[in-house]
Each structure stands twice: as C-alpha cells, then as structure tokens.
Nanobody, 127 residues
Framework: QVQFVESGGGLVQPGGSLRLSCAGSGFAFDTYRMSWFRQVPGKEREFVAVISDGGTITDIADSVKGRFTISRDNHKSMVYLQMNDLKPEDTAVYYC????????????????????WGQGTQVTVSS
C-alpha cells in the first residue's frame, strides 16, 4: 500500500534550520505530486508546500515563502523540506503526502485532496 515516512523533526531555537525528509513507497513515486502539510492541536491541517512529479514546479504557502524550500529525489523516492529562519509559529507536526494529478490543480493546497499520510514529525521552535 501507499506509505509515507517522515523524519528530521526536533527542537530548534528561533532563527535556526531543519531539513525534513519523507520516504515514499508502494506507488510510482515519479508520477505523484508531493506535498507537505502541518498541523497544531485544535486547528485544521495547513498547506505548506507542493512539488510537481518531475520536481520542476513548486508552490509554497505565503506564510513560509522565502524561508522554506521543497525538493525531491525521484531516484531515491524522497521528498525534502528545508526550513530556514524558523519561527515559533512554525511549531507543528509536519506531514508528508502525495497524489497523482497536476501540481497546478486548484485542489493542490487542500488536505482533503490527499488520501494517504505519514505519521508526521514534530517540529518545535522555542528558546
């Protein structure tokens, strides 16, 4: 079955950096757009970033644009989220997901457009 496994989260001070990784399996990785979402208790799962199947097109949420970068390595079936200049409001559980379909779909930023999710990795930004 389709599976995603996130890693790389942890505790970091404001202004610091982390790189999250996600390993995909059980599907043709190079046919899926891949996305990162995040969620805090009591709030809706929030879009962070999406990358096209070939890695040439990305869409980044305004809240993290200029600080976060999404990338992928189809040979390794991996997607990454490089997070720089982290802020306390970035604290959340970060989830990886993917779906066949265009990265330009108007539904690409909606959590309900995705069926399978990883278990998430906790990112805490605090001094």
């Amino acid at each position: 079955q389709v599976q995603f496994v996130e890693s790389g989260g942890g505790l970091v001070q404001p202004g610091g950096s982390l790189r999250l990784s996600c390993a995909g399996s059980g599907f043709a990785f190079d046919t899926y757009r891949m996305s990162w979402f995040r969620q805090v208790p009591g709030k809706e799962r929030e879009f962070v970033a999406v990358i096209s199947d070939g890695g040439t097109i990305t869409d980044i949420a305004d809240s993290v644009k200029g600080r976060f970068t999404i990338s992928r390595d189809n040979h390794k079936s991996m997607v990454y989220l490089q997070m720089n200049d982290l802020k306390p409001e970035d604290t959340a559980v970060y989830y990886c997901t993917g779906q066949r379909g265009s990265v330009l779909s108007p539904r690409r930023r909606e959590a309900k457009s995705y069926v399978d999710w990883g278990q998430g990795t906790q990112v805490t930004v605090s001094s």
